[in-house]
């Protein structure tokens, strides 16, 4: 069984940064891959960014260049570092891990944490 807890959420203005942080507990890989998504009032659920140890990061093209997804193994947590933030980001913020146990793979979620930008 796998936690995430997230935490760094918050209210700041546009242009302003946030640091959200997502740690985990229990068995995972450094190849698991392990991200971000964000859900805002009345949308989907949609990729932030996500990262493994065998390929370059991935991110959403309406984030590329604003935001940075980190990873640190030794903790098993992984970070996002969004920087000039805008409106379009509010969102609650969800951190996600795929824990690749062949034949089979578990998803889990953390809690979320609410990021509001504020114009």
């Known amino acids: 069984q796998v936690q995430l807890v997230e935490s760094g959420g918050g209210l700041v203005q546009a242009g302003g940064s946030l640091r959200l942080s997502c740690a985990a507990s229990?068995?995972?890989?450094?190849?698991?891959?392990m991200g971000w998504y964000r859900q805002a009032p009345g949308k989907q659920r949609e990729l932030v960014a996500t990262?493994?140890?065998?390929?370059?990061?991935n991110y959403a093209d309406s984030v590329k260049g604003r935001f940075t997804i980190s990873r640190d193994n030794a903790k098993s947590t992984v970070y996002l570092q969004m920087n000039n933030l805008k409106p379009d980001d509010t969102a609650v913020y969800y951190c996600?891990?795929?824990?690749?146990?062949?034949?089979?793979?578990?998803?889990?979620w953390g809690q979320g944490t609410q990021v509001t930008v504020s114009s």
């Open positions: 996600h891990t795929l824990v690749i146990q062949f034949p089979r793979s578990y998803n889990y």
């Open positions: 229990g068995i995972i890989s450094d190849t698991d891959p």
């Open positions: 990262i493994t140890s065998r390929a370059s990061p």
